[in-house]
Nanobody, 115 residues
Framework: QVQLVESGGGLVQAGGSLRVSCVASGRTLNNYYMGWFRQAPGKERQFVAR????????YYADSVKGRFTISRDGAKNTIFLQMNYLKPEDTAVYYC????????WGQGTQVTVSA
């Protein structure tokens, strides 16, 4: 079993930056993709970014490309999403995801961007 715990959400003005974190514990996540998804009120959950647990092959949704960066700290079993130049439309609950032979989700962290 895997536990994913997100943190780092909050309120920020448009144009600002925020970093959310996801700490993974439990079984090994080798060969898993670690991803970030987000869900705004009344909308479906959407993909934001993903990276291999090893730290390679980052990939981004077009809506965040050039503004968000996904990374990993292997020593801390932590995945980060650095979000720069935030826009009000980035407001959502951000979820950490581990995708592999099984799929795991964190509980989410709220990110609110004010205009």
């Amino acid at each position: 079993q895997v536990q994913l715990v997100e943190s780092g959400g909050g309120l920020v003005q448009a144009g600002g930056s925020l970093r959310v974190s996801c700490v993974a514990s439990g079984r090994t996540l080798n060969n898993y993709y670690m991803g970030w998804f987000r869900q705004a009120p009344g909308k479906e959950r959407q993909f934001v970014a993903r990276i291999l647990w090893s730290g390679g092959n980052p990939y981004y949704a077009d809506s965040v490309k050039g503004r968000f960066t996904i990374s990993r700290d292997g020593a801390k079993n932590t995945i980060f999403l650095q979000m720069n130049y935030l826009k009000p439309e980035d407001t959502a609950v951000y979820y950490c995801n581990a995708a592999g032979p099984n799929t795991y989700w964190g509980q989410g962290t709220q990110v609110t961007v004010s205009a």
